[in-house]
C-alpha cells in the first residue's frame, strides 16, 4: 500500500511534466518543503523565468489517465515499488549542472521497480566491437542465470547485447530512457524495446511523449547508476556517453568495473583512461562482478590456478630434485643430489621416476628437463 | 674507484660460487659480518651439510682470473658500478625461500650497472601473442627513445622482444640471467645475447659456467625486479614466471605496471588477476610508464580527449540551444527556445548556425540534430 497523498502525487505529475530532468533546484525544493508546496512555490511567477507558465500549463490528472490508458505507471517516494537508491540522489552530488531525484518515474512494464534492488547497470558504446559485444554476452548470461536484473539504456551497441543477453538467458532486464516510455528510441530497437515494455518494465523520469535530448540522456544516467548496485563498463571510446554514467556511479559511490580489452583497440580506451583515474576495479567474468556487488562474504571468486601441470603430483623429494635438473647442458646425479640437499640413492630414485613422468631426460650420462629448448 | 679490500671481493667470489642464489641466510651473514667473516663461519663444517667442502673447493683468483679474460669483471658492494636497488634486498624478504642481496654480479659488457638507476622492467610471457609483441614493441620504443634502458631476462616471447625493441630505437638494454654470463640460454637467442653482451651488459649472480635451473630462475627474477625503477607486465598465463618477477616488484615497494589485452586472451589473464589483485596500475603507452616512474611533477601524461568534435567550437547560446534540440522528432523554435531558456530570436540564431555547420536540420517547419537515427 502506498502511503502517498493525492495532493503529493499530482504535484510531482506537474514537477515532472513542467520542469526538466536533472533540475536539482527543484529536487532540493521537494526534499525540504515537499512535493506540494515546492510546486506552490515554483508557481509564483520570477522575471525572465517561464517555469510558472509551463507548470500551470500541466493537467495532471489528465496526464496521469492518459499515461493509464497506455499502460504507464508514475512511481513517487513513498510508493512501495519506489526504488531506495534514487535517494541518494539527494544527497547534493551535482555533475555538469545535473542532479537529484526525479519527481517520479513513468514505468511500463510488469516487473515491479524493487526487482532492480539487486541489479547491475551494464553500459559501453554504441559503436561496440565483436570484442565487446561477446565480452557482454558472456557476463550478462553469467549475471543472468545468477538472477541479478540487467539494467541499461536500450541504445545501440552494448545497451543492446546487455538486455538481449540478458533475455536470452532467462534473466530480467529493464531500459531506462531518455525519453518518454511510449517512445521508441532508436528506433532500430523498436523490437527489444516493446519486448521489455511488454515482460519487464522500460523507465524514464520524463512524461509520456518527451523526445529525447543532449541533457535529458545526460540526466538519464544518473538514473542509471543510481537504481543499481554497481556499473559495468564493457567498451567505451573516450568521449563515450556510457564514461558519464561511470562518473554518476562514483559520486553515488557505487562500485564501477570496467573490462579491460585491447590497448590497440579505440572502443576500450574509455575503459582503459577510466582504470587509469583509478577507483574502477577490473572484471573479466560475470563472476567478478557478483563478488563485487554481493555482500561481504557472498560470491568470493576463487584465484584461477592456470591448467594442472605435471609436476603439481609429485612429492616433495621429486620437487626438490626437478628444481635443480638443468634446463639444457645435462648435469651428473652427483651435482643435483648436492644442489637438492639430497643423498644421491634419493636423488636417483627421483630421477627415475620424474624420466616415467617425461619429466626429465637421461643425456650423455647426465640429466637434463626434457621438453627445454 | 672502489673502496672494496681485496678479502672482501675474494670472500664474495667464494660465496657466489659455492653458494646457491638467492640464500637469504648466507647473505644475511653477510651483512651482519661482512663477506669475510661470514665466509670463515660457512667454512666451519656443518653435519649434514657439504656447503664448507664446496666453499674450500673454489680459487677465487683464479675464477676472476678466468672470468677476466672472457671480459666478464665481477661488480659488488662498494664498487662504484654496484646498482643501489641491490640493496633493497636486503630488508628481509623472502619468497619462496628465496631472498637477500647476491654477493656480487658477474657482468659482461662495455655498459657501467649505473645506468640501470633509471631502467625499467619489461617482462612477460615465452609463448606470447602477435598482440602482445607489437604492444611491447610500442611501448618499449617510447621508452627507449626516452632514454630509458630496458631490463628483461633474455628468453623467448615477450623478453626477446623488449630487448629487440630497445635496440632498434637505438635505447639501452640489458639481460639478467639464471645461467654463466659466457652462456647463451635460449639457444635461439644467441645473436641478442651475444650482442647485448658486446654492446651493452649481460647480468647474472651465477659464476661462469652454470646452468640454468628452476631455482635459479625464481632467484634471477628477483634481480629484476631489484635493478629497475618499475615492472611493466606484457603478457602473462596464469603460470607464467613474469607474475614472480611482479610479486617481488611488489615486495620490494618497486611499481608494478600491467598492460590489459583481451578477457578472452589466455596471454592475458594473468595480467588481469594481476590487475585484480590490487596494487598495480594500467599501462596502455610508454608515456604512462615514464610518468609512473618518474620523479614527482616529471612526465605527466595529459589525459587522452578524444577527437576534437564539431561542437568543441561553438558559442556558449550555440552549445546550450543544442543541447535542447530533439534527437529524432522535429521540435519547433518556441520549444527550443524555452527549454534552453533563451529568446526566441536567439534561438533562431543559433539555430541558423549550427544548420550551416550541419550539426542540426530543419524538418516539416521543425529542428532536430542531424546525422542521429
Redesign the interface.
Known amino acids: 500500500m502506498s502511503t502517498v497523498s493525492e495532493t503529493d502525487r499530482l504535484a510531482r505529475v506537474v514537477l515532472s511534466c513542467g520542469v ?1 530532468p536533472g533540475d536539482h533546484r527543484t529536487s532540493s525544493l521537494v526534499r525540504q518543503l515537499g512535493a506540494a508546496k515546492a510546486l506552490e512555490e515554483q508557481l509564483v511567477p520570477k522575471p525572465g ?2 517555469l510558472a507558465d ?1 507548470l500551470r500549463d500541466v493537467e495532471p490528472e489528465r496526464q496521469l489517465e492518459q499515461a493509464a490508458r497506455c499502460g504507464i505507471r508514475f512511481v513517487v517516494p513513498g510508493d512501495p515499488e519506489w526504488p531506495a537508491g534514487l535517494d541518494d540522489l539527494d544527497h547534493g552530488v551535482v555533475v555538469q549542472g545535473l542532479g537529484g531525484t526525479p519527481p517520479g518515474l513513468w514505468v511500463k512494464g510488469p516487473m515491479p521497480l524493487t526487482g532492480l534492488a539487486t541489479s547491475v547497470a551494464v553500459v559501453g558504446s554504441r559503436a561496440a566491437s565483436v ?1 565487446g559485444a ?2 557482454t554476452r558472456g557476463l550478462v548470461d553469467h549475471l543472468a542465470v545468477s538472477g541479478v536484473p540487467v539494467v541499461s539504456g536500450g541504445a ?1 551497441g552494448i545497451d543492446f547485447v546487455a538486455h538481449d543477453a540478458a533475455l536470452l538467458a532467462g534473466g530480467a532486464t529493464v531500459a531506462v530512457l531518455a525519453c518518454g516510455v511510449d517512445r521508441v ?4 530497437n523498436r523490437r527489444l524495446l516493446r519486448h521489455l515494455a511488454a515482460e519487464f518494465a522500460v523507465v524514464s523520469e520524463q512524461p509520456p511523449g518527451s ?5 535529458r540522456f545526460l540526466a538519464r544516467n544518473r538514473l542509471i547508476a543510481a537504481l543499481t548496485r554497481g556499473t559495468v563498463l564493457v567498451e567505451a ?3 563515450s556517453g556510457a564514461l558519464n554514467t561511470v562518473g554518476w556511479a562514483e559520486h553515488l559511490c557505487r562500485p564501477v568495473m570496467c ?6 583497440s579505440y572502443t ?2 574509455g575503459v ?2 577510466c ?3 583509478g577507483g574502477a ?5 560475470g563472476s ?1 562482478v557478483l563478488e563485487v556487488i554481493g555482500a561481504a562474504g557472498e560470491h568470493l571468486v576463487e ?4 591448467p594442472e ?1 605435471p609436476h603439481d603430483q609429485l612429492s616433495g623429494v621429486e620437487r626438490q630434485v ?8 645435462p ?1 651428473g646425479v652427483d651435482s643435483i643430489a ?2 637438492s ?1 639430497l643423498h644421491v640413492r634419493d636423488a636417483v630414485g627421483a630421477l627415475g621416476r620424474l624420466q616415467g613422468r617425461g619429466l626429465v631426460r637421461e643425456v650423455d650420462g647426465g640429466w637434463r628437463l626434457a621438453g627445454a ?1
Open positions: 526538466e523565468s517561464r509551463r570484442y561477446e565480452t545501440l528510441y532508436p528506433a532500430a523526445a529525447p535530448t543532449r541533457q571510446a573516450l568521449r573490462v579491460p580489452g585491447p590497448v590497440t576500450s580506451q582503459h583512461l582504470l587509469r583515474r576495479s577490473v572484471v573479466t567474468h567478478h584465484e584461477p590456478r592456470g601441470r626437478l628444481e635443480w635438473v638443468p634446463v639444457s647442458t648435469a648436492r644442489l640437499s629448448g
